[in-house]
């Protein structure tokens, strides 16, 4: 699996894992997150003589692109945050209220229940996601449900890459990104309990611990 994490702005790590024995085999500070940085870590991962045979990534569709040569699987908790951020925790509309429902499957759902289950929603839905509004000054219009409508879409987009763990068992591939968000987290209450330190020590302490 690969992920970036950020510390404060312009400042943070991509890290390559194998979740299976929990070590990180690659890790480099970054200002943003990019795609070159992506790759330039599978170089270095498949420098150490590392095959990688699946990974687990966060839906950025450029960075995807990078493994299009194996198995890719979308993180499901990234996908609900995705879900989270256009829909809320308590969406008000019946249509986002149904699509969280279908979201909240997602863990543990096959992939044709899960897949059958949003087309009847994209379906029943269809013409309440074209209602649009327009504005009586400009006289331009938008979509009314913008925010539902990038839901929808976050979906169809990452669709593919939802259930790739089901279909290569013997691949073993996490169907989450958590042992790293994990790791993030701990790593990141450990150092902001240490504030006093220089930016030099904090580095080296950072760099200690995902090396270790």
Known sequence: MADATFFERAYGFLI????????????????????LEYQKGRVKVQDQGFKIRAITLDGRPGVRN???DIPVQMCHFHQKKIM???LTMNPKLEASIEL???TDTLTYAEEKEFTNSFTVWCDKWDSFLKERTTDPITNKWCYTHKR???ARRSIKINLPYL???????????PNTTNSLDG?????KQDTNIHRGFTKELRDKII??????
């Open 207 to 212: 760099e200690h611990i995902l090396g270790s």
């Open 183 to 187: 790791s993030f987290s701990w790593l």
């Open 84 to 86: 989270q951020r256009y």
């Open 148 to 150: 539902v409508r990038s």
């Open 163 to 173: 259930f790739t763990y089901l279909k290569y068992p013997e691949l073993n591939i």
């Open 100 to 102: 969280k429902a279908i």
């Open 66 to 68: 990078l493994f299009s």
């Open 16 to 35: 390559y894992r194998i979740p299976d024995i929990k070590k990180n085999v690659y890790f480099a500070p970054l200002m943003y997150e990019s795609i």
